[in-house]
């Protein structure tokens, strides 16, 4: 039944779906449209298996890299990856293993995989995990599935190369692996990737006898197009679609300081992974188009970048904090979850499963040197050192791509040469939370300094559409604003800082599938409180960021729709449990509002 439903959806191939699921074999080779030759053969005896189990890849071990490194260095691996996802994009979407059923799991079209319709608890959601303390763990095995049929189909072209091609182009097949995406490097990664920007690629494919042949295919990484039409109630289009202005967006400086901290010393692996999950769904809506909806993101490509990268870091989180992992939390339901209850390390990360046909739990996925059960490893995160030394050398890691400017004024104590990262600056962010449930569909909190129209920071909340969502953790997303205080040449100190916010302001706005956002008044939400919060954070190239004297500074939100008050709690947020600054008096309650 559960393969019946998949067709369902897929109306323009419900003929073919049928006959395969009755024994019906189509011919061995099909050619795409880009007229790369796919074979079909053996999907469609794989038309309705038990389950596809997720083991990762067993011969050996190899690094993920991102996706700049493997084009610029490892061109015939990059090559074998390409053409190797053009072709999983050009499987019939009715096959369990196609393009579009994998991403279907994340969100729509809201149908088993691979379960029976009776095991579904929630049918308007998908089965991806947010808000929830199984975020981390159960994206590892959902990037691992579309890693194995990647690499699978990779293999499987080059063995059609002969001669010196062959020679060439196998061992390139073999060493394919998903590439990551660092939004938040310091380098050419901080923007997006202009290989993620070609709607169409050079690639070097098999030709006649074996031989290569270049040709130029629809870049699988710019877009996937769907083959066949949407249903009427499809929130998708012929093709996946981004932000005009996605090009522009410098997600390093936006994202590299809040990255850096999340690794903090104190966090335990819940407050980090609450951190991650909040930088991460800031990314999303910076990408905007289909990755600004939870139901859609999978299905563009750079969706498995963005979570490759994601997964990069939790790894390089547990080798830094070894012995910390998921901790009970309130569950956030999905599609394969009732409400109610708690979520764990042993909780089923549905529909993932082993050879075993047991789920894949968190438990199975705690260690850092996990990842390499499943075939792959990071730069980051290396094989064949000893927990210790791995330790040492991923906190070193951290330091050296997200640590702060070892050159600017703004630090105490800052220490002479550019070896060694300065010892302590006071970090200033802006701090927002709230109920989950408050919003309906991914939101833009954009803040602004007076009547000045430049914008100063952004707030990126990553919703469901449809809300049904609800439970787990509050929203508490962190966004930085030190350069800015930095760029404006304001000292960090509280004395000097919190005069120049008094005049925040805020916007928020609804995220519109059209592509018009929707301002929204801020007394919409009434569970938002907004904060301002510095926190001094000591920085040493060998040790991770410590987070002390965390201060919540009411002066820039008294008075104003949605800010904290001061007779309000302090939030304690993901970090150390703060105190209200009074060391400046807040403004009378009659102040600006939004």
């Known amino acids: 039944m559960a393969a019946i439903k998949r067709l369902l959806a897929q109306p323009a191939i419900l003929l073919v779906g049928l006959l395969s699921l009755v024994g019906f074999q189509a011919n061995a080779a099909a050619v795409g449209s880009n007229g790369v030759e796919h074979d079909y053969s053996q999907m469609s ?36 990856f390409v053409l190797a996802w053009r072709n999983i994009q050009l499987r019939r979407e009715n096959l369990d293993t196609s393009y579009y059923q994998v991403a279907g799991i994340h969100g729509y079209p809201h149908i088993p995989w691979q379960y029976p319709a009776s095991a579904t608890k929630n049918p308007g959601l998908g089965y991806c995990t ?28 080059a063995k059609n190369f002969t001669g010196a091609a062959a020679t060439r182009y196998q061992p390139a097949a073999d060493n394919v692996r998903q590439p990551y995406w660092d939004w938040a490097s310091k380098g050419t990664e901080a923007k997006i990737p202009s290989v993620l920007q070609q709607p169409s690629i050079t690639v070097t494919k098999p030709g006649s006898g074996g031989a290569p042949t270049t040709t130029s295919i629809p870049n699988p990484l710019y877009a996937y197009r769907f083959l066949n039409p949407q249903p009427a109630d499809s929130p998708l289009g012929a093709t996946t679609t981004r932000s005009s202005n ?53 299905f563009d490509p750079v969706f498995w970048l963005h979570h490759c990268n994601v997964d990069r870091l939790a790894a390089m989180y547990q080798a830094s904090h070894p012995g910390k992992y998921v901790t009970p939390e309130n569950r956030s339901p999905t599609f394969a979850l009732a409400s109610g209850g708690t979520d764990d390390i042993n909780t089923p990360l ?21 990842i390499f059960a499943l075939g792959y490893s990071y730069p980051e995160v290396p094989q064949g050192r000893s927990q210790a030394d791995l330790k040492t050398f991923t906190t070193g890691r951290i330091n050296a791509l ?42 833009i909190i954009r803040f602004f300094l007076g009547t000045s129209t430049d914008q100063i920071a952004q707030a990126n909340i990553f919703r469901d559409t449809n809300n049904q969502a609800v439970g787990g953790k509050d929203l508490n997303i962190t966004v930085p604003i030190t350069s800015t205080l930095v760029d404006e040449g304001v000292s960090l100190q509280p004395e000097q800082a919190v005069p120049s916010l008094k005049d925040l302001r805020w916007t928020v706005e609804k995220v ?83």
Do not use: C
Request: glycine share 8%.
């Open 402 to 443: 997200y640590g702060p400017n070892t050159r600017v004024a703004s630090f105490q104590g800052a220490r002479s040469g550019a070896a060694a990262l300065p010892e302590a600056r006071r970090e200033w962010s802006i701090n927002v939370l709230a109920t989950p449930s408050d919003f309906v569909g991914s939101h």
């Open 512 to 594: 519109e599938k059209s592509g018009s956002n929707t301002i929204v008044p801020a007394s919409n939400f009434p569970s938002l409180k907004i904060a301002v919060n510095s926190a001094i954070v000591n920085n040493n190239a060998n040790q991770l960021p410590e987070v002390t004297n965390v201060l919540t500074h009411v002066t820039p939100t008294a008075g104003k729709t949605g800010g904290l008050q001061p007779n309000d709690p302090a939030p304690v947020g993901n970090k150390a449990p703060a105190n209200l600054d009074s060391s400046v008096a807040p403004p009378a309650a009659s102040g600006a509002s939004n």
């Open 350 to 370: 549905y529909p993932f499963r082993r050879a075993t046909s047991v789920e894949w739990k968190s438990d199975q996925l705690k260690t850092a040197e996990s």
């Open 45 to 80: 005896k794989r038309q309705t298996p038990s389950f596809t189990p997720i083991e990762g890849i067993k011969n050996k071990v190899v690094e993920r890299r991102s996706i700049t490194t493997l084009q610029s260095t490892y061109p015939d691996i990059f090559n074998m």
């Open 246 to 298: 996605v090009g522009s967006v410098d997600f390093g400086a936006r994202y590299r300081q809040g990255t850096y901290t999340s690794f903090a010393a104190s966090n335990s692996y819940n407050q980090y992974q609450s951190q991650a999950e909040g930088i991460h769904g800031g990314v999303h809506v910076d990408v905007g188009g289909d990755m600004t909806f939870i139901d859609q993101s999978a």
């Open 130 to 157: 947010h808000g929830s303390a199984l975020f981390l763990t159960w994206h590892r095995p959902y990037v691992s599935l579309m890693e194995k049929l990647i690499h699978d189909e990779a293999v499987a072209i």
